[in-house]
């Protein structure tokens, strides 16, 4: 009788909330300590998904159905040369439309405001053809017809110097290529993003591209060549017969593949995304010994009045849901804070960087899946100590 009134009435307290308040500087250090931990997750799949945005966002512009690049391409911040004459090989195939040679490559400039250099990726293409899904670039387009005439990405990071703003103040900006002392002028701007391989990118005519990079593009050859098909349903016939007929010479991917072929490379291959994951284990490990600890100190500084309860007739089950109550008090008290702290993180490291780090519903999901599964796996651990609450001790 007693053991059911005094059962109903733990029911209507938060108990697992009493004995965590109960030691305020203890629950306040296990707070700090996860909330860390979830702090480190959420930054290392923000750099992930950073890494792969910024990876592709060129990738994602482009307005084409195939693209075709060098098996030595890796990835788009390095990319292979191939014969021009490979691509047009294409147009025998029925089903092509048309195709386009692009010119990417990296370059180094002055940066605007400093002597140190800058590095800049390159984007050249016939201006007669659009080939980049962006309004600014579509509207500008005449004014790269002039050879050493740019467009400018806005959204690079800081170590271009002032360059967006020199260009709105004055409408147009000189820049010098720290390796040959070329000259080529800015004079519009578009937002793509800067990149881990390169603080801002260019976009120009194939005769600029050619001479600004003419140390890194031969002549004749091209980075990568986009394909269009008469209809969309000739894709993938067209994609067949040209992979029949380059074979192993040249990669010939539609947009998503070439997408997916990108973040593969970045998450498999690619020290980056070991790091990131590892990063990620770490906090998970983290945060688990954190709450371990904290839940193992407390059932042991409680273990008299665990065996109390057992004694009056309390079950395990409800000690194990006491328990489980504080581990789960413990992960949402320190994931709100965290998820605050990684949000501001986040717009300020996009702000400096140029490099999209967005705070999505998947990684809040992920990460507070994580967070309360380490702490329910740390909480189980921990009550083997339960084991030691024996009724008998109290008599």
Same mark, same amino acid.
């Given at each position: 009788m007693i053991g059911r009134s005094l059962r109903r009435s733990l029911g209507d307290l938060p108990v697992a909330w009493l004995q965590l308040k109960r030691q305020p500087i203890r629950y306040l250090v296990a707070v700090t300590g996860i909330g860390? &931990? &979830?702090l480190l997750m959420f930054m290392q799949l923000g750099f992930q998904s950073g890494l792969l945005t910024s990876a592709t @966002? *060129?990738?994602?512009a482009l307005i084409t159905d195939l693209v075709v690049i060098s098996p030595g391409t890796r990835d788009s911040g390095a990319f292979q040369q191939f014969p021009q004459s490979q691509l047009y090989q294409s147009l025998g195939v029925p089903g092509v439309a048309d195709v386009i040679p692009v010119y990417v490559a990296n370059v180094n400039a002055q940066q605007m405001g400093g002597i140190k250099p800058t590095s800049l990726r390159l984007i050249g293409f016939d201006p007669d053809q659009q080939i980049l899904d962006l309004a600014p670039v579509r509207e500008q387009i005449d004014r790269i017809r002039t050879p050493g005439y740019v467009l400018f990405d +806005? +959204?690079?990071n800081s170590n271009t110097g002032p360059v967006a703003a020199a260009v709105k103040a004055q409408g147009s900006q000189t820049m010098i290529l720290s390796d040959y002392s070329k000259t080529f002028r800015v004079v519009g701007l578009f937002r793509l993003g800067s990149t881990f391989a390169a603080d801002s990118n260019l976009i120009s !005519?194939? @005769? @600029? &591209?050619?001479q600004l990079a003419y140390k890194q593009i031969n002549e004749g050859e091209i980075s990568m060549g986009l394909i269009r098909v008469t209809d969309p349903a000739a894709i993938a016939p067209v994609q067949r017969h040209l992979r029949a007929l380059y074979g192993s010479q040249l990669q010939v991917f539609t947009k998503p593949e070439l997408i997916a072929n990108e973040q593969n490379y970045w998450n498999t291959s690619s020290s980056f995304g070991i790091i990131f994951g590892f990063g990620t284990i770490m906090g998970l490990l983290v945060g688990g010994v954190i709450v371990y600890q904290v839940l193992y100190t407390d059932v042991s500084d409680h273990l008299h009045e665990y065996a109390t309860l057992k004694a009056l007739g309390f079950r395990n089950r409800f000690l194990l849901i006491l328990v489980l109550q504080e581990a789960s008090i413990l992960a949402i !008290? !320190? *994931?709100?804070? +965290?998820l605050v702290a990684s949000a501001a993180l986040y717009a300020f490291l996009t702000a400096v960087s140029g490099i999209q780090i967005v705070m999505t519903t998947g990684k809040t999901v992920l990460v507070f899946s994580l967070t309360i599964g380490v702490c329910a796996v740390a909480a189980a651990i921990a009550l083997n100590k339960l084991r030691d609450a024996d009724p008998a001790s109290v008599f």
């Amino acid at each position: 009788m007693i053991g059911r009134s005094l059962r109903r009435s733990l029911g209507d307290l938060p108990v697992a909330w009493l004995q965590l308040k109960r030691q305020p500087i203890r629950y306040l250090v296990a707070v700090t300590g996860i909330g860390f &931990a &979830a702090l480190l997750m959420f930054m290392q799949l923000g750099f992930q998904s950073g890494l792969l945005t910024s990876a592709t @966002t *060129f990738y994602q512009a482009l307005i084409t159905d195939l693209v075709v690049i060098s098996p030595g391409t890796r990835d788009s911040g390095a990319f292979q040369q191939f014969p021009q004459s490979q691509l047009y090989q294409s147009l025998g195939v029925p089903g092509v439309a048309d195709v386009i040679p692009v010119y990417v490559a990296n370059v180094n400039a002055q940066q605007m405001g400093g002597i140190k250099p800058t590095s800049l990726r390159l984007i050249g293409f016939d201006p007669d053809q659009q080939i980049l899904d962006l309004a600014p670039v579509r509207e500008q387009i005449d004014r790269i017809r002039t050879p050493g005439y740019v467009l400018f990405d +806005a +959204a690079g990071n800081s170590n271009t110097g002032p360059v967006a703003a020199a260009v709105k103040a004055q409408g147009s900006q000189t820049m010098i290529l720290s390796d040959y002392s070329k000259t080529f002028r800015v004079v519009g701007l578009f937002r793509l993003g800067s990149t881990f391989a390169a603080d801002s990118n260019l976009i120009s !005519s194939d @005769t @600029t &591209a050619l001479q600004l990079a003419y140390k890194q593009i031969n002549e004749g050859e091209i980075s990568m060549g986009l394909i269009r098909v008469t209809d969309p349903a000739a894709i993938a016939p067209v994609q067949r017969h040209l992979r029949a007929l380059y074979g192993s010479q040249l990669q010939v991917f539609t947009k998503p593949e070439l997408i997916a072929n990108e973040q593969n490379y970045w998450n498999t291959s690619s020290s980056f995304g070991i790091i990131f994951g590892f990063g990620t284990i770490m906090g998970l490990l983290v945060g688990g010994v954190i709450v371990y600890q904290v839940l193992y100190t407390d059932v042991s500084d409680h273990l008299h009045e665990y065996a109390t309860l057992k004694a009056l007739g309390f079950r395990n089950r409800f000690l194990l849901i006491l328990v489980l109550q504080e581990a789960s008090i413990l992960a949402i !008290s !320190s *994931f709100v804070p +965290a998820l605050v702290a990684s949000a501001a993180l986040y717009a300020f490291l996009t702000a400096v960087s140029g490099i999209q780090i967005v705070m999505t519903t998947g990684k809040t999901v992920l990460v507070f899946s994580l967070t309360i599964g380490v702490c329910a796996v740390a909480a189980a651990i921990a009550l083997n100590k339960l084991r030691d609450a024996d009724p008998a001790s109290v008599f």
